[in-house]
């Protein structure tokens, strides 16, 4: 009777064991998603105080024909300066910069193909007659950027996609923007904002 109450107890305590290793990953995974959101809105408050701050002209400046009547092409000094700017923030992938800089070359060779007409004056045809990196033509007056809310969040170990909001009622209202990040040498970076997909700023 005693060896089989020993045999008893060894058994529970197995299967205690194998109890606790099957939940103290899931809450270690839980910590690290915690984390990682934490991070990530950090990195987009950074991201967007940034742009607000260094952005005196729209994001692919374009230059006029001599009467200055139309567009005739993309300011390439200009857009060389903002891809140095964007690389120096640190904020931003390989994929995001490469994306970036396929968009201003498929508006200059627009431009300058005349498969697009830009009149001086005129609302861009490029893009979507919004402020790309909100998809938004306004948006809180104090502080917007420290307003923002993680709505959804899809997270992997070197992968993310997140969907933000304004934490304000008024503004929030029908508004959601996607982002992409990955992981670079454990920093997270911006990979995809869906006001640049270049497919739709470029109307293909």
């Known amino acids: 009777m005693k060896t089989s109450t020993f045999f008893l107890s060894v058994l529970l305590a197995c299967f205690a064991i194998s109890i606790y290793a099957q939940v103290t990953p899931q809450k270690s995974a839980n910590t690290n998603t915690s984390l990682d959101q934490k991070a990530i809105k950090d990195l987009l408050v950074k991201a967007y105080k940034w742009q607000e701050s260094n ?3 729209v994001d ?5 024909d001599k009467k200055e009547e139309h567009f005739i092409g993309l300011d390439h000094k200009i ?3 903002r891809m140095a700017s964007l690389q120096n923030t ?3 992938s390989t994929e995001f910069l490469q994306n ?9 060779t627009q431009l300058k193909s005349k498969k697009e ?3 001086v004056g005129d609302m861009s045809p490029f893009g979507e007659d919004a402020n790309p990196w909100c998809r ?5 007056s104090d502080n917007p950027w420290d307003k923002i809310v993680l ?10 996609t997140v969907w933000w909001t304004w934490g304000d009622k008024t503004f929030s209202k029908g508004f959601v923007y996607k982002v992409r990040l990955i992981k670079e040498n454990g920093k997270w970076k911006i990979s995809y904002l869906q006001g640049f997909d270049k497919d739709v700023f470029l109307k293909k």
Request: negative net charge; proline residues 7%.
């Open 136 to 140: 938004c033509q306004d948006y809180p």
């Open 60 to 64: 692919f400046e374009p230059i006029s």
């Open 117 to 119: 007409e830009w009149m």
């Open 151 to 160: 709505k959804k969040t899809d997270i992997a170990p070197t992968t993310a």
């Open 100 to 108: 970036y800089d396929a968009i201003a070359k498929g508006i200059d």
């Open 79 to 81: 857009h060389q300066k």
């Open 90 to 92: 640190g904020y931003f």
């Open 55 to 57: 952005t005196s002209q």
